[in-house]
């Protein structure tokens, strides 16, 4: 991905560039604003939904029932209710926020769908570190962790996780997205819900493990299952999979990582169909660590950024990377450069040489100013991949559930909005205006 210069002071509403145009030129001032909130779901999963648990069970498969056909207006006091401790959050975590509001922009033209997303956080730092390692006087250790996690909670580690703001799309193709987005693909059988399956099933499983070499549930439609309760085990066969997928009945899901794509520019590239899976090709992070051998690949290198190692006192210093790129700031790890017990690595290496439909969401720029994350993001209408994109259309209308990680969370630990309509250059819940 190379990126253009910027273009400066161009009123875009007014008169815009002929080129394709730079998320940052235009003038976001002028585009409305819809403010949606965001709440803290606990574990109300697809099944809990159809349960004798939820006052109002959702019946089989797919019913056509909204969730804001019953609980419009009532984000704010579910995610007040749910972020503490009852039969949906066996596991609180203290002085966590069961609200966030999100305010949401949008905009294209002939080649781009623009956003623009602005949150307060709950902290007072950037949650730009994700699986750091700490050299211990010896060899190198895992540090920190996210806030659900037993050594966090019992303070024999750091909470430190990125925070993350996520889109996940629809064109129709999925039936029932429409009325209860994010709730088709959230399980019981999940990392972190009420029943995940412990590793080896999942590796014995004829799909999950045999294909996909997977050891956990994450992420998926009950259109890829056999059965109407959506169990995790009884997936279709590769064949019909494949079929669904070609036939655009997957969710498109991108997100913004403030650890693992802000500092290439970029927001990472996936889709949900029968698991959570990345966009074909190459996506911008890979491990920085050999996780057998917990020894690094890449150090910083100190002739370009002044060190060669983090001191954790340094997270809080937005002079200093938090993050190693390949082709720009990093060296080969070399075990003999001095290092000193409570130095710094981070266990993730970055680059901006993507291949493929994962590096289709070239333009992602998050800052962050007290205590307020700006995002903004482009994305091309019709990025050529309609494997494992939905491809948009000017005059189109979505839907659109969105999601923020904020404060060392990870998993269902996040805030979710209920499912949002989006209208390319039309009148939905929120409308992409039309630059001119
Ligand atoms: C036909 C109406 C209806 C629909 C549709 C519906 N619900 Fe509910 N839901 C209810 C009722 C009634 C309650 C109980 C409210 C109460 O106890 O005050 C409830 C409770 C809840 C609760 C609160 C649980 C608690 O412990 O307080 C959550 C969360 C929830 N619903 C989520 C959803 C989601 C997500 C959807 C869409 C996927 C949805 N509901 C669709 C009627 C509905």
């Not at 997977?214 to 439609?221: A, E, G, I, M, Q």
């Not at 050529?384 to 259309?393: M, T």
């Amino acid at each position: 991905m190379k990126r253009a210069a910027f273009v400066i002071g161009v009123a875009v509403l007014v008169a815009g560039p002929a080129l394709a145009t730079e998320p940052d030129a235009i003038t976001w001032s002028q585009i409305p604003t819809k403010d949606v909130t965001l709440f803290f779901p606990g574990e109300t999963s697809y099944q809990w939904l159809r349960s004798a648990g939820h006052k109002n069970p959702l019946k089989g498969n797919v019913q056509g029932q909204r969730c804001i056909s019953c609980h419009q207006g009532q984000e704010a006091a579910l995610g007040n209710k749910l972020v503490q401790e009852g039969p949906l959050e066996p596991t609180p975590i203290a002085d966590k926020n069961g609200v966030l509001n999100l305010a949401v922009q949008a905009a294209h033209d002939d080649e781009y769908l623009y956003f623009r997303f602005q949150w307060k956080t709950n902290m007072d730092r950037e949650g730009r570190m994700h699986n750091m390692v700490r050299y211990d006087g010896t060899g190198w250790q895992w540090f920190g962790g996210h806030r659900a996690e037993d050594a966090v909670i019992d303070g024999a580690q750091p909470p430190i996780y990125e925070d993350r703001l996520a889109i996940m799309l629809d064109d129709g193709s999925v039936p029932g997205f429409a009325e209860q987005g994010c709730w088709l693909a959230c399980h019981d059988s999940m990392r972190d819900m009420q029943e995940p399956p412990d590793a080896a099933a999942v590796r014995e499983n004829f799909y999950l493990g045999a294909i996909l070499n997977k050891k956990d549930v994450r992420k998926f439609l009950p259109l890829s299952r056999t059965d109407e309760e959506a169990s995790w085990d009884t997936l279709k066969t590769p064949g019909e999979i494949a079929e669904l997928k070609a036939a655009g009945q997957f969710l498109d899901l991108m997100q913004w990582r403030a650890a693992r794509s802000n500092p290439v520019g970029m927001a990472d590239d996936g889709y949900v169909l029968e698991y959570r899976l990345f966009d074909a090709g190459r996506k911008m992070f890979s491990w920085n660590i050999d996780k057998k051998t917990m020894t690094p690949k890449f150090m910083f290198d100190e002739a370009k950024v002044g060190f060669s190692a983090l001191r954790v006192e340094d997270f809080t210093d937005s002079s200093k990377p938090t993050f190693i790129i390949e082709e720009q700031n990093a060296t080969p790890y070399d075990p003999n450069a001095g290092f000193q017990e409570g130095d710094i690595l981070p266990g993730r290496l970055l680059s901006a040489q993507t291949e493929g439909s994962a590096g289709d969401n070239d333009w992602a720029k998050g800052t962050w100013k007290d205590s307020m994350y700006t995002v903004v993001f482009r994305r091309k209408l019709d990025t050529g991949n309609p494997l494992d994109d939905k491809i948009l259309e000017v005059g189109g209308v979505y839907t659109i559930g969105l999601s923020v990680h904020d404060d060392n969370v990870t998993t269902r630990f996040h805030q979710v909005s209920f499912p949002l309509t989006l209208g390319i250059g039309t009148k939905a819940d929120i409308e992409a205006v039309t630059l001119k």
